[in-house]
């Protein structure tokens, strides 16, 4: 592997299929070239309030178990 490096992108529909395409900005920065075969390691990015909070009153947290939580997430996510 030459390189390794984090782009978020958006999947969008492509005839019968999806692609994910590729800021042109990010594209320049990593030396992208059409036709160029590239690795690709998907990770979803799940909804951050739907892991941090569930349903019902019985699942309240507290604002320090949020900003505990958000902490967590943030660095998963970087």
Same mark, same amino acid.
């Given at each position: 592997?030459?390189?390794?490096?984090?782009?978020?992108?958006?999947?969008?529909?492509?005839?019968?299929?999806?692609? *994910?395409?590729?800021?042109?900005?990010? +594209?320049? *920065?990593? =030396?992208?070239?059409? @036709?160029?075969?590239?690795?690709?390691? *998907?990770?979803?990015?799940? =909804?951050?309030?739907?892991?941090?909070? @569930?349903?019902?009153?019985? =699942?309240? *947290?507290?604002?320090?178990?949020?900003?505990? +939580?958000?902490?967590?997430?943030?660095?998963?996510?970087?």
């Amino acid at each position: 592997m030459v390189g390794d490096c984090v782009v978020d992108a958006k999947v969008h529909k492509w005839g019968g299929s999806v692609g *994910i395409l590729v800021s042109r900005k990010q +594209a320049e *920065i990593l =030396n992208l070239r059409e @036709g160029e075969d590239v690795s690709v390691e *998907i990770t979803k990015k799940e =909804n951050p309030l739907k892991e941090l909070f @569930g349903s019902g009153r019985a =699942n309240k *947290i507290t604002r320090k178990e949020f900003l505990e +939580a958000r902490k967590l997430l943030e660095s998963k996510w970087m």
